[in-house]
């Protein structure tokens, strides 16, 4: 009998412990049954295109209309020039992985959350979407970020002992060799110039088959860029009120 007793208050506890936790999943800002964090809604974006009515090309990654350009930077506040990169970027990696499904505005909301679009320090990104000064992060030596001992020499970050994360998407050098592409055609993939960074960023975060407008598909690609649940959040809420701000495809 007393260990029926037992039993029955065990079951009661477990119960109660069950219930609390799905109350507080189910109660978690945008997350779905799995705790993934829903995605943002996908921005439009209207392409420029010829009289024939192709799509075209600026280099080797499309355009964005000029007229929607300079409206939707108005409407965000993401400078023209990396708004322009972040459009064709995902306009790219669709292309390439059609069932990715990124939308721009993940892409510019990574962008504003790593380096403000280009601008950390005081910077600012010239007419070919060069960053006007290095734009290197903290020493990741293990004093209160990962360490990552030198891997590239310094040849990006200037440091021959430890990783730096680099350029406007700041990727880590190891990374880059990965994962860097030449988004603008000149033979050179350069994390410094927002038109690489992006088309590199955007090929990552679609890497691996995600799809993108999933929740765990979403949330895999993010988490995989930045291993932190508040960098996830800011991330999907950027993301979510640029397109707001411009409207959803």
């Known amino acids: 009998?007393?260990?029926?007793?037992?039993?029955?208050?065990?079951?009661?506890?477990?119960?109660?412990?069950?219930?609390?936790?799905?109350?507080?999943?189910?109660?978690?800002?945008?997350?779905?049954?799995?705790?993934?964090?829903?995605?943002?809604?996908?921005a439009g974006a209207k392409l420029a295109a010829s009289s024939?009515?192709?799509?075209?090309?600026?280099?080797?990654?499309?355009?964005?209309?000029?007229?929607?350009?300079?409206?939707a930077a108005g409407q965000t506040g993401i400078p023209a020039r990396a708004l322009r990169a972040y459009v064709a970027a995902a306009a790219t990696a669709n292309d390439l992985t059609p069932k990715c499904g990124i939308g721009w505005n993940t892409v510019a909301a990574v962008?504003?959350?790593?380096?403000?679009?280009?601008?950390?320090?005081?910077?600012?990104?010239?007419?070919?979407?060069?960053?006007?000064?290095?734009?290197?992060?903290?020493?990741?030596?293990?004093?209160?970020?990962?360490?990552?001992?030198?891997?590239d020499g310094g040849a990006l970050d200037g440091d021959v002992r430890?990783?730096?994360?680099?350029?406007?998407?700041?990727?880590?050098?190891?990374t880059w060799q990965l994962a860097g592409r030449d988004g603008n055609g000149d033979g050179i993939a350069d994390p410094f110039n927002i038109d690489d960074a992006a088309l590199s960023a955007a090929a990552?975060?679609?890497?691996?088959?995600?799809?993108?407008?999933t929740a765990q598909g979403w949330t895999d690609a993010v988490y995989a860029y930045n291993q932190s649940g508040s960098y996830l959040r800011q991330v999907r809420d950027q993301a979510a009120d640029?397109?707001?701000?411009?409207g959803t495809s």
């Not at 208050?9 to 800002?29: G, K």
């Not at 799509?55 to 355009?63: C, H, L, M, P, Y």
Request: proline letters at 6%; hydrophobic letters at 45%.
């Open 204 to 213: 990552y975060l679609c890497a691996h088959g995600r799809d993108l407008s």
């Open 111 to 151: 962008g504003f959350v790593e380096t403000a679009h280009g601008s950390y320090g005081g910077g600012s990104l010239n007419t070919a979407g060069q960053a006007s000064g290095p734009i290197i992060g903290p020493s990741l030596n293990g004093a209160g970020f990962a360490a990552i001992a030198d891997t």
């Open 1 to 42: 009998m007393l260990r029926l007793k037992r039993l029955l208050v065990f079951s009661v506890f477990a119960l109660c412990v069950i219930t609390a936790f799905s109350f507080w999943a189910v109660r978690q800002p945008g997350a779905d049954a799995g705790g993934a964090l829903a995605p943002p809604p996908r």
């Open 162 to 174: 430890w990783d730096h994360a680099v350029g406007p998407m700041q990727f880590i050098p190891s």
């Open 52 to 71: 024939a009515g192709l799509t075209t090309a600026v280099n080797v990654t499309r355009s964005a209309d000029a007229e929607w350009l300079i409206r």
């Open 242 to 246: 640029y397109a707001a701000k411009t």
